[in-house]
């Protein structure tokens, strides 16, 4: 299997910024598209944003765009969620997801991923 650490979490202010990482294992990490999704109490998981194996074509959740931006660093087989202008509403466990598809697209559903990270807190206050 293939096994994702995250971190990053913690307390922020509404309107300040948070970066969050996902350590993955596995020398192919560069060949596989990857998501975050977020968890708030009480609600279903949330698809937040993903790439495809590229890293070169994204997509966001409305809730997010613009605010949030996913970047990789191969060499240090991380991918990362910038986070701005945070607000309340962010507040969740947020997950990373690896989908094992050779080259695959970047995708919204849930279903699509085949591992996740422990989830990392980041909680917002107003």
């Known amino acids: 299997q293939v096994q994702l650490v995250e971190s990053g979490g913690g307390l922020v202010q509404a309107g300040g910024s948070l970066r969050l990482s996902c350590a993955a294992s596995g020398r192919t990490f560069s060949r596989y598209p990857m998501g975050w999704f977020r968890q708030a109490p009480g609600k279903e998981r949330e698809f937040v944003g993903t790439m495809d194996y590229s890293g070169t074509k994204t997509d966001y959740a409305d809730s997010v765009k613009g605010r949030f931006t996913i970047s990789r660093d191969n060499a240090k087989n991380t991918v990362y969620l910038q986070m701005n202008s945070l607000k309340p509403e962010d507040t969740a466990v947020y997950y990373c997801?690896?989908?094992?598809?050779?080259?695959?697209?970047?995708?919204?559903?849930?279903?699509?991923?085949?591992?996740w990270g422990q989830g990392t807190q980041v909680s917002v206050s107003s």
């Open positions: 997801g690896i989908r094992l598809r050779l080259f695959g697209s970047e995708s919204r559903n849930i279903g699509a991923y085949d591992y």
